[in-house]
């Protein structure tokens, strides 16, 4: 009995293992991979196909690209002139140890028949002819350019330095081109943009 017991449980196992072969080699008949590891390639192979017409379908032509970057630059805000007049500021676009800045002025001056937008800056600059030691001398650090709106493209002028003795300017008022300065020395001065000269 134990061994008709054996057999027939033997022979179903038997049967069973070789029913699972036969399947298993029927749903990899086709592609040599069993059909559950199929089935999962098949789906991320899908999904990555999806993805990509995704990513094609969304991506702009260069014709498309171009006209939205037009359009944002048409919409953007166009830059504003700032106004002419004194500025709080103690920098330029210059190193301080060339010129210590205590405001400055901008604002349209015609010279020589052309008008340009000036950027003048008052102060001093330390004493180099050893008379004064670290005393600073007064002066206007000025520069120009074509049009209001700062495009880094500014001139340097040049440096006019005030009458001996006066100190570090600082600008108090103006009309037009001229400038009224005031000096650490307690004076006060005017400087003609125009004709760059003080008085």
């Known amino acids: 009995m134990k061994r008709s017991t ?3 449980a ?3 196992t038997v049967g069973i ?6 399947g298993i080699r029927l749903a990899t008949a086709d592609s040599g991979l069993p059909a559950v590891r199929q089935a999962v390639l098949n789906q991320r192979a899908a999904e990555q196909a999806a993805a990509q017409a995704s990513v094609r379908a969304s991506k702009p032509s260069k014709a498309q ?10 919409a953007a805000p166009a830059p504003v002139a700032p106004a002419a007049g004194i500025v709080a500021t103690n920098e330029g676009p210059f190193p301080r140890i060339l010129f210590l ?8 001056v015609t010279a ?9 800056y008052a102060g001093g600059a330390e004493a180099t002819d050893g008379t004064t030691g670290n005393v600073p001398t007064g002066g206007l650090r000025i520069y120009s350019q074509a049009n209001a709106i700062p495009d880094g493209t500014a001139d340097y002028l040049a440096v006019f330095n005030a009458p001996a003795g006066t100190g570090p300017l600082t600008v108090t008022s ?8 005031s000096a650490a020395n307690g004076s006060t001065l005017t400087f003609d ?3 760059r000269s003080f008085s």
């Open 101 to 108: 800045v205590n405001n400055a002025w901008q604002g349209p």
């Open 193 to 195: 943009l125009g004709t």
């Open 10 to 12: 033997g022979g179903l």
């Open 174 to 181: 103006f009309t037009g081109p001229v400038l009224t300065l």
């Open 6 to 8: 054996w057999l027939v």
């Open 65 to 74: 690209g171009l006209a939205d970057a037009a359009a944002a630059q048409a």
């Open 112 to 120: 020589s028949g052309a008008t340009r937008w000036y950027l003048v």
């Open 17 to 22: 293992v070789a029913t699972g072969i036969a």
